[in-house]
């Protein structure tokens, strides 16, 4: 496979992977209202047929009988996993149309489900995807790129001890650019709270055109703050032009903040489909995110659900760029 970096997510898309709800135990009372944000995410994506084609990863039977009849219009196939996290567990699919397929260590150690180390090889493999193997530790929702050979991504999780300790600063750039063909990162240093990530940057800053990114505002009482102002800070100084998008604020469950964040918005063909949690900010992120991806419909979804598991639309997807 050639080395060119992979298509922003606003190129346009074959199809789209997204993660079925499958483990009762992981989920317990949520299960099912975390399946029916899963299915309404999946229909906004489909868009009646004008978006793109929807693929349900569900891990077994029971599950994969539940997507069919909550999404008829999808195509669901089974394969065992540990959780619906696709952004992460899943292939990257790269410009010269080959899969990237990358260790994987439940976050560093933290979530260590059976299944969730090979998905990637063989989601691919069903697409008919050459895929290249790479032996170090990634996870897609740690890296963000804008098509033309620039990603950011932070500190806090590419060089977190827990992921590659071996590995530096120099070295992780010289293995995005090997592996996957970027050619410029820029770095920002941590990702919000509670994030059990170390910190993934598709919560924090997310490209909306070639070196143009998208980077919450701090609210009131929001403890992000500092988080996002040093995310904008260190994002001007790499060179980029940052465009401010409301925050959720200080969302709670159980007493307990949470990462919720409308920057794990999904960009698909005819939709952009934004998470949001009952919070003050919701309509006017929408219609911030929606205002930049014009040529598209801009949606807003309840997420609470799915964040019972840690992410949102965007980290239980992973985009499938056109072939050419």
Same mark, same amino acid.
């Given at each position: 496979?050639?080395?060119? *970096?992979?298509?922003?997510?606003? %190129? =346009?898309?074959? #199809?789209?992977?997204? +993660?079925? @709800?499958?483990?009762?135990?992981? &989920?317990?009372?949520?299960?099912?209202?975390?399946?029916?944000?899963?299915?309404?995410?999946?229909?906004?994506?489909?868009?009646?047929?004008?978006?793109?084609?929807?693929?349900?990863?569900?891990?077994?039977?029971?599950?994969?009988?539940?997507?069919?009849?909550?999404?008829?219009?999808?195509?669901?196939?089974?394969?065992?996993?540990?959780?619906?996290?696709?952004?992460?567990?899943?292939?990257?699919?790269?410009?010269?149309?080959?899969?990237?397929?990358?260790?994987?260590?439940?976050?560093?150690?933290?979530?260590?489900? *059976?299944?969730?180390?090979?998905? %990637? =090889?063989?989601? #691919?493999?069903?697409? +008919?995807? @050459?895929?290249?193997?790479?032996? &170090?530790?990634?996870?897609?929702?740690?890296?963000?790129?804008?098509?033309?050979?620039?990603?950011?991504?932070?500190?806090?999780?590419?060089?977190?001890?827990?992921?590659?300790?071996?590995?530096?600063?120099?070295?992780?750039?010289?293995?995005?650019?090997?592996?996957?063909?970027?050619?410029?990162?820029?770095?920002?240093?941590?990702?919000?709270?509670?994030?059990?990530?170390?910190?993934?940057?598709?919560?924090?800053?997310?490209?909306?055109?070639?070196?143009?990114?998208?980077?919450?505002?701090?609210?009131?009482?929001? *403890?992000?703050?500092?988080?996002?102002?040093?995310?904008?800070?260190?994002?001007?100084?790499?060179?980029?032009?940052?465009?401010?998008?409301?925050?959720?604020?200080?969302?709670?469950?159980?007493?307990?903040?949470?990462?919720?964040?409308?920057?794990?918005?999904?960009?698909?063909?005819?939709?952009?489909?934004?998470?949001?949690?009952?919070?003050?900010?919701?309509?006017?992120?929408?219609?911030?995110?929606?205002?930049?991806?014009?040529?598209?419909?801009?949606?807003?979804?309840?997420?609470?659900?799915?964040?019972?598991?840690?992410?949102?639309?965007?980290?239980?997807?992973?985009?499938?760029?056109?072939?050419?």
């Amino acid at each position: 496979m050639t080395n060119a *970096p992979p298509p922003p997510e606003w %190129a =346009p898309h074959d #199809a789209v992977w997204i +993660g079925f @709800p499958s483990h009762p135990e992981l &989920w317990l009372d949520d299960l099912e209202p975390a399946r029916a944000e899963v299915a309404a995410f999946a229909r906004a994506v489909h868009a009646g047929g004008s978006g793109e084609r929807v693929i349900l990863v569900a891990a077994d039977a029971e599950a994969g009988a539940a997507a069919t009849d909550m999404c008829p219009f999808a195509e669901v196939v089974l394969e065992p996993f540990g959780d619906i996290w696709l952004r992460d567990t899943g292939p990257i699919v790269g410009g010269e149309g080959g899969a990237h397929a990358f260790r994987f260590n439940g976050w560093g150690g933290k979530y260590d489900l *059976p299944g969730d180390d090979d998905l %990637a =090889p063989r989601l #691919a493999a069903r697409a +008919g995807l @050459p895929v290249a193997q790479a032996e &170090w530790i990634l996870e897609g929702g740690a890296i963000d790129g804008d098509g033309t050979g620039t990603v950011v991504t932070t500190r806090q999780c590419l060089l977190n001890p827990n992921r590659n300790p071996q590995m530096g600063e120099a070295e992780v750039e010289r293995r995005l650019r090997e592996d996957l063909g970027f050619s410029r990162v820029v770095w920002l240093e941590e990702g919000l709270l509670n994030d059990h990530t170390d910190g993934h940057v598709d919560n924090l800053a997310r490209f909306v055109a070639p070196g143009r990114v998208a980077i919450p505002e701090a609210t009131e009482n929001d *403890p992000n703050w500092q988080v996002y102002q040093h995310a904008v800070r260190d994002a001007r100084a790499g060179g980029l032009e940052v465009v401010i998008v409301p925050s959720p604020g200080r969302v709670l469950r159980d007493e307990e903040i949470v990462p919720a964040s409308y920057m794990n918005f999904y960009v698909g063909n005819a939709t952009v489909v934004v998470p949001i949690y009952g919070a003050a900010n919701d309509e006017a992120a929408v219609a911030a995110i929606g205002a930049l991806f014009p040529d598209r419909v801009a949606i807003g979804l309840r997420a609470d659900h799915i964040l019972t598991g840690g992410g949102s639309f965007h980290c239980i997807s992973q985009q499938l760029p056109r072939r050419t």
